[in-house]
């Protein structure tokens, strides 16, 4: 009898782990703690990691097609918002946003959007008070986990804030619903926005170029599989907005003050800087700027010519 309630327990105890293992992770409390947990596989292992601290003078030069952003100013129906004890995350999104050029072989599609209280990248060692990670998967592979598992598999847009008097907008929109999820019971349980929505409102401008390394995702498994690309312009977000983040609660019913990892070695990896040649104006904009200007030097040279 004791030994089944035994068996019982250890049965309880293996379902329970394999249905949460993968969660059981967590941020160290760095009031109490200098060192940064352990968590196990690639992240201890692996030499490709991130975040890294980014400087715009050990970096190379770069020059690439523009990005195209496809469908990123669109308006969101309904996205979900979702606490997942580390991080919150907005997914499930009505249209299909696409990244293609700088140093992007191919199209990629975008599978959600989380932010970092504070920022993961480091530029000359300066943190930032947030950063937005835009996660895209390489239309080649049929979803993420695939993706995950070749090295060009996803392409990461980091987004960083920096603090300011001015409210973000985008960051706003989420705040107003931070109350639904941000209990440790409410883990898991996904929720609708109502508000209007683009992801364009958590970086309205890209004519600072960026910076692009080989990494890896900033969270277990920390697969080895990111395109980074850590855009130059820095966008504003209060200090206030911040801190709204900070009540969160993660697994246990504990304050989730921050969710970023430390730095990690670089490896000799190569930096790219990229300083976009054009504005950021959509393509299909500068087409037709480039034949308006066209069609006057035409008619200037017709007009000199008669
Ligand atoms: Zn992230």
Known sequence: MVNGNLLTSFAVILLFQSVVGSDHWSYPDRNATNVFPQWGGLCDTGNRQSPIDLSLSGALKGNFPDFEFHNYDKTLTSPSLLNNGHTVKLSNFNVQMTLTGGPLTDKFIVEEVHLHWWSEHTIDKIRYPMEAHIVHRNTRYA????????????????????????????????????????????????????????????????????????????????????????????FPVTLDQVNEFKGIETYGGKKLTDNYRDVQKKNNRPVLVVHQESSDAPASLRASTFSLIGSIVVLYISKVLQ
Do not use: M
Request: proline share 4%.
């Open 143 to 234: 979803n993420i986990t695939e993706a995950a598992s070749h090295k060009n598999g996803i392409a990461v847009v980091g987004v960083l804030f920096h603090a300011s008097n001015e409210a973000n907008k985008g960051i706003g929109k989420i705040i107003e619903n931070i109350e639904f999820i941000n209990s440790a019971d409410e883990i898991g349980k996904p929720v609708k926005i109502e508000q209007k929505l683009n992801l364009r409102e958590f970086f309205p401008k890209l004519s600072g170029g960026y910076l692009s390394y080989p990494g890896s995702l900033t969270t277990p498994s920390c697969a080895e599989a990111v395109t980074w690309i850590v855009l130059l312009d820095t």
